[in-house]
């Protein structure tokens, strides 16, 4: 509940910039036994990443359900034995040594899937933060097609193309992401400071998954 009430003070954007400093101790190791991408934490930026989403409307619903789902997925093997599972890497190195990596199903597919998702975020960010200007829904189709339309198939990538128009303005779209003690310096920071944090964490971790579990270019899309 207190955590519920400090969240509901700050912005979306600052609470995620907390949780990342501790994803950010994701080190790179040859050795996958000795990585570690805390649980808990990873799946409460998803949920951040989710109410920054809903900020952008009803264009983002189908994205929005497929990250709900995929975080369900890794939360309900999390409960089966949360100190086991506290390390994300572990429910990857389960289902490697069982061979149950590539099922629809897995928690690897539903990671895979979530980073894609904080790329397209990542991506989003850096053109506004570049390009303030810019006409979002311009912007959120240009992020879209270089992280998430690779992956998806012709029925999604339809489904997209017609809620690209329901897109709020950018001076809508910003004012939802400002908080009252805010202006829009201060939201252009936290943002630049959240790019920051991601892009090298992301990058990390799709190091690991190339490297020691999962094959990204054999993963078709849902």
Known sequence: MKRKRETETRSELRSAIEELSILAKVQ????????????????????????????????????????????????ILW???????????????????????????SCSRAFLWLIRSMDFMVALLQRLVKDPEQNI??????????????????????????????????????????????????LKEDMQTLISLLVPLLEEIHSILVRKFVNVNVLSSF
């Open 28 to 75: 790179p190791s040859d050795n996958h036994t000795a990585i570690h991408i805390p649980t808990k934490p990873f799946l409460h930026v998803c949920t951040l990443i989710l109410q920054v989403l809903d900020k952008i409307g009803p264009t983002m619903a189908v994205l929005r359900q497929d990250i709900h789902q995929n975080m369900q997925r890794l939360e």
């Open 79 to 105: 409960e089966s034995d949360p100190a086991k599972y506290s390390n994300l890497i572990e429910m990857l190195k389960k289902e490697d040594s069982e061979g149950n990596r590539r099922k629809g199903t």
């Open 137 to 186: 829904e311009q912007a959120v189709e240009e992020s879209y097609n270089i992280t998430l339309k690779p992956w998806h198939g012709w029925i999604s990538s339809a489904a997209f193309k017609v809620a690209l128009k329901l897109v709020p303005d950018n001076k809508t779209f910003i004012s939802l992401l400002l908080t009252k003690d805010q202006n829009y310096d201060n």
